[in-house]
């Protein structure tokens, strides 16, 4: 439901903005979503004795952006008692700035280390591939947890995961079958 609601503004506010202009809300609302994890701030936005006014003061002052139309959105959002979907709000921003920029964002999470020459070779290739300029972030993850590596690329849809042990599984069946033909 979140979702359908914040299409609706995130379709309001991209249609308003500039790129530039939408990148700088991004920014904002970006700020925004991390005051909303504190359950403090959480607590004056939910408080009836906190005047809207106020409210929009506060949340323009986090946001860090002097931008009139913005203020208007959080105002809109405040009066719709709608401020929990920012997060999403800034999400689909961000993906709307990277479906129209040709880019697009993505992890490898491996159980071994990936130097940046590695990430740069992957994301060169996918980027050929899905005719799209890639960018990757590494995380390390425990060889208990996964054994191998994978690539996410969310925006896309795109993930390809290789596990050793499913591989020397799968290497270990191929011999022993071609074995049997002779």
């Not at 999403?88 to 020459?117: H, M, P, Q, W, Y």
């Not at 890639?134 to 969310?154: C, Q, R, S, Y």
Request: proline share 1%.
């Amino acid at each position: 439901m979140v979702s359908s609601i914040s299409k609706k503004y995130t379709r309001a506010l991209t249609t308003s903005q500039t790129d530039a202009q939408l990148q700088q809300s991004y920014v904002a609302l970006n700020n925004i979503s991390s005051a909303l994890k504190i359950s403090k701030f959480q607590d004056i936005l939910g408080s009836k004795d906190v005047s809207l006014d106020k409210k929009a003061s506060l949340i323009s002052e986090i946001s860090g952006s002097t931008d009139a139309k913005l203020s208007n959105f959080i105002s809109l959002l405040l009066k719709a008692n709608r401020v929990e979907i920012v997060p999403a709000v800034a999400e689909e921003i961000r993906e709307f700035l990277a479906n129209k920029s040709g880019k697009a964002e993505g992890r490898v999470t491996a159980s071994f280390d990936v130097g940046n020459a590695e990430l740069e070779e992957i994301s060169k290739v996918l980027s050929t591939k899905l005719n799209r300029e890639i960018g990757l972030t590494f995380e390390k993850t425990d060889a208990a947890h996964f054994n191998g590596i994978k690539v996410e690329i969310d925006d896309l849809g795109v993930e390809v995961e290789i596990n050793k042990d499913a591989l020397k599984k799968s290497v270990i069946a191929h011999i022993l079958n071609t074995t049997k033909i002779f």
